[in-house]
């Protein structure tokens, strides 16, 4: 295998085989790699007008022409790392001289836990990831940050700021004030901003979801099926 590997050649079983290993120092995936990996292991699909192909109804009632589940994808351990070390290379590469590894990278529950180790096993740093409350909310209370300890947020995707806000406030409410770095980690960023919190948020790829009011939904209109539970839907190719 060419390193780096030429994933738009590669066949599915061939993705879910490539590692850190392949791509040593120096190099890392386009964010059209990250999406054509996405794609090709059935976590990513953009309807782009096609009546024939499904839509989404999301959690706030809109329809979007976007599915997306990291969870597909960081199931397999070897990617899992790979977008990791990614973006742990990539944290480095932002703060240049001026390194630090941070004390503390913190990730969310569920996809996000397993990401941000891999970032705070490359960074030589502490890791822990909050836990789901019953309410759908994030709660943290295994461990206390020291008020000179710095804390690294990770996520597996940014929608909204909700996860994030979730996740600071969890942090916050046993942890006055932590020092947060100037940055935030994602492997998609599907949301609108670049920063939050006065924080610049890192990725791997961005992803332009459109998203409507079911009566004006253009794909409704075309009779594309809509999926109303995407979480739970099997999309694997
Ligand atoms: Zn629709």
Redesign the pocket.
Known sequence: MPYPPDVFKMTKEDLVDISIHDFPPGTTLTPEQVLHIFNSLGALHINQGEPNAP?YRLTSGL?SDTYLDCSKVLCYTGLCTLFGTLLARKYSAALGNAFHAPAWVIGSDHSAATLSFVVANHLGCRHDFTQKTPDGGQTWGRHRIMPHESVLQVEDVISTAKTLEQVLGAINQKNPSPRLEPFILALINRSRFSEWDSRRILCLAKVEAKT?L?DQ?P??KKD?T?ILDPKSWNNQP
């Open positions: 839509h329809c409507w079911p939904c794909l409704c594309s809509k």
